[in-house]
Nanobody, 115 residues
Framework: QVQLVESGGGLVQAGGSLRLSCAASQSIFSFNTMGWYRQAPGKPRELVATLSSGGSTNYPDSVKGRFTISRDNTKNMLYLQMNSLKPEDTAVYYC?????????WGQGTQVTVST
């Protein structure tokens, strides 16, 4: 069973930055795609960023130019650099990994952006 563990969330003022990390319990080479999603209270979970095994990235317009997804294959880590944070970025952020057979999720890390 693959485990994904997020860290790096917290409270930050608007305009600030945070870097989220996701540690995978196995080699991330086995995943077709990894990504970050978020869920704010009362709202559905939404895509934040994805990174394919081939290196292609995808961001929604709401975070494009502010967030950057990256990975370190040697450490089995996925990252999300978040800059110019806005109050509407407040949510629980989840790490996701997709293999041929399964879709894995972490437990989430809270990000709160104050005005």
């Amino acid at each position: 069973q693959v485990q994904l563990v997020e860290s790096g969330g917290g409270l930050v003022q608007a305009g600030g930055s945070l870097r989220l990390s996701c540690a995978a319990s196995q080699s991330i080479f086995s995943f077709n795609t990894m990504g970050w999603y978020r869920q704010a209270p009362g709202k559905p979970r939404e895509l934040v960023a994805t990174l394919s095994s081939g290196g292609s990235t995808n961001y929604p317009d709401s975070v494009k130019g502010r967030f950057t997804i990256s990975r370190d294959n040697t450490k089995n880590m996925l990252y999300l650099q978040m800059n110019s944070l806005k109050p509407e970025d407040t949510a629980v952020y989840y790490c996701n990994a997709v293999s041929i057979l399964y879709n894995y999720w972490g437990q989430g890390t809270q990000v709160t952006v104050s005005t």
